[in-house]
């Protein structure tokens, strides 16, 4: 904050810093430069794009699914899921809960046919809303190993504790 003598304030600066806080830019302020209030973007312009509905301390992460791992393609924006990972290790695959109750906040839903290598049906793109903490597990998932998508109910808020499924806990 600098102080500028009343003669070179511009006449739509802003003089309140009370009036900035929580506001975002809709374009890129120089060092120094005065903040207009036309450079300010209006709340109902403050949600545009994907990062206006990103939660506060939320992250969006996109995921790569198809049309079994993300539950027949029928998500939707605002809909809940939990993750379900598998990965295979030295001892066999491994199945374990990821994480739970996570937002959807967009679905693109234009996919692209799978090739017969890739699996079945057809790609998307499904972009959720985690906590920086919740990213990691989760890149971790889709990376190294494979990941499914299980919608929840809306009414289904709690969690469940399950313990990591071993494919030889099938044969048993």
């Known amino acids: 904050l600098k102080e500028v003598p009343a003669e070179y304030v511009h006449p739509d600066a802003v003089t309140d810093l009370e009036a900035v806080?929580?506001?975002?830019?809709?374009?890129?302020?120089?060092?120094?430069e005065q903040v207009l209030k036309a450079r300010?973007?209006?709340?109902?312009?403050?949600?545009?794009?994907l990062a206006g509905v990103v939660p506060p301390g939320k992250r969006a992460v996109a995921v790569a699914v198809n049309d079994v791992s993300g539950v027949g393609g029928a998500l939707r924006k605002g809909d809940k899921?939990?993750?379900v990972g598998t990965l295979d290790t030295d001892r066999g695959a491994v199945t374990t809960m990821v994480l739970q109750g996570i937002e959807v906040l967009a679905v693109n839903d234009a996919g692209r046919p799978a090739a017969a290598s890739e699996g079945l049906g057809t790609h998307r793109t499904v972009v959720l809303a985690v906590t920086p903490q919740e990213a990691l597990?989760?890149?971790?998932?889709?990376?190294?190993?494979?990941?499914?998508?299980?919608?929840?109910?809306?009414q289904d808020g709690g969690t469940v504790s399950l313990p990591v499924v071993r494919l030889s806990d099938l044969a048993s």
């Not at 300010?40 to 794009?49: A, I, N, P, S, T």
Request: net charge neutral; charged share 35%; hydrophobic share 40%.
């Open 40 to 49: 300010l973007l209006r709340g109902d312009e403050q949600k545009e794009g």
């Open 81 to 83: 899921v939990d993750i």
């Open 21 to 32: 806080v929580g506001k975002i830019t809709g374009a890129e302020i120089a060092r120094g």
């Open 137 to 154: 597990p989760l890149v971790l998932a889709t990376e190294e190993g494979r990941i499914r998508l299980l919608l929840r109910s809306p």
